[in-house]
């Protein structure tokens, strides 16, 4: 694993512009960055990052299985007590599953761990699937980038593939978001374009213009009923919704599915850990309170259940202390997870994304910071497998 100052191409902005990357700068700050790229090779790849994503999938799946099952557990990780049935039947019926993110500390040197799953919405689907191998062919043919080069990343022909798994052939499928956020709304608008390539119908509508009609069906802002729903809207905030007592009788197919929830949910990460002690890609983990999390002595960090884009993440180690952007979040709980060594190289940390879509690892994305927090505008850096 190698960062290598490539040079950016001149015109990639208006690149980026006509290809839809409209939120290549977030918050005034640059977000795709191509001055630089990472270098891997095949066998790291399939080693350390391809072949554990799908184990740990699978590990999550089998978690999933226990904690429906589980009333405590459930308790455990906050579920409400009124959504647990209706995630437990989603799991029951085998409610089907698109896509998911690991987040990995890997440097190259060692096991690639854990930090958390974005096993609901997690966003940067149309930088890693789409752009990033745009930009691969361009350096390709631009002579950036030896002829022999790859890069580890089907994710834009397995989402096609896995929708038209999911859904008969002209299926009508709404997808929603926040409309006005650019970003959810941009990646939104790419899954939309995937479902019209895998022979589907898409109507996006606004998260907010949801509604129910009088019998318990959603609807959205033209009263078509939404019998299937690709929402970019986390299930902890949808069970808080004043529509929340309608989602199981609505009878609508939400992608993801509600049993994602559990996984979405950081309090997994100590039920894995208990359940898998040791294991090479498992970073320890342990409920707040818990006297076992003194085995992280003063290198851990401490996450609140439900957190986004490093909102009230606290990092300790020994006298250093950083913390995330403040969100509100914690009033659930938090988990306390061993410190992880992240990728340092000229000066930057990083963070792997590895993409899961059905039961197949999909991609790699990368997010860089001068912060060992990732936040909504890390970098993403593009990446390629040397030959």
């Keep these: 694993m190698r ?7 001149p015109d990639w902005r208006e690149i980026a512009a006509a290809e839809g990357f409209t939120f290549h700068y977030l918050d005034g700050e640059q977000y795709w960055d191509e001055s630089a790229c990472y270098a891997f090779t095949l066998d790291e790849i399939e080693r350390d990052i391809e072949e554990p994503t799908e184990e740990l999938h699978q590990m999550c799946l089998a978690l999933v299985d226990e904690v429906v099952r589980s009333e405590e557990l459930m308790e455990r990780i906050a579920i409400p007590p009124e959504q647990r049935n209706f995630i437990a039947e989603t799991w029951r019926w085998k409610s089907p599953s698109l896509y998911g993110r ?16 974005n096993a609901d919405t997690p966003t940067s689907i149309y930088e890693t699937g789409y752009y990033q191998w745009s930009w691969f062919e361009a350096r390709i043919g631009d002579g950036a ?10 994710l834009h022909e397995k989402l096609i593939d896995r929708l038209a798994e999911i859904f008969r052939p002209g299926s009508f499928v709404h997808f929603a978001s926040i409309e006005d956020h650019v970003e959810d709304r941009q990646t939104v608008r790419y899954v939309e374009d995937l479902a019209a390539q895998a022979g589907l119908q898409p109507r996006f509508v606004a998260i907010d213009k949801l509604g129910i009609d009088v019998n318990g069906r959603f609807v959205d802002d033209e009263s078509a009923i939404v019998t299937a729903v690709f929402k970019l809207y986390p299930w902890e905030d949808m069970f808080r919704e004043p529509y929340a007592d309608a989602l199981m009788r609505s ?3 939400f992608i993801e599915p509600p049993w994602k929830a559990i996984l979405s949910n950081k309090a997994m990460l100590p039920l894995l850990w208990e359940r898998h002690a040791g294991h090479p890609n498992l970073l320890p983990a342990f409920f707040d309170g818990d ?15 439900f957190s986004r884009e490093g909102w009230d993440i606290e990092l300790v180690d020994g006298a250093e202390r950083q913390e995330g952007p403040k969100g509100g979040y914690g009033e659930e709980g938090h988990v306390r997870q061993g410190l992880a060594t992240l990728s340092r190289l000229d000066g930057h940390y990083a963070v792997i994304g590895s993409w899961i879509v059905g039961e197949a690892a999909a991609g790699l994305s990368v997010r860089e910071d001068d912060s060992r927090i990732t936040r909504n505008v890390s970098r993403f850096l593009p990446h390629y497998i040397e030959g």
Excluded at 291 to 305: H, N, Q, S, W
Aim: glycine fraction near 10%.
């Design 3 to 9: 960062r290598i100052q490539i040079g950016e191409r």
């Design 102 to 117: 690991f987040d990995f500390a890997y440097d190259g040197t060692g096991p690639a761990k854990l930090l958390e799953y």
């Design 145 to 154: 980038l030896p002829r022999d080069a790859d890069q580890f990343n089907s």
């Design 251 to 253: 009878g609508a197919l």
């Design 291 to 305: 006297p076992r999390a003194a085995e992280l002595g003063d290198r851990y960090v401490r996450k609140p259940f």
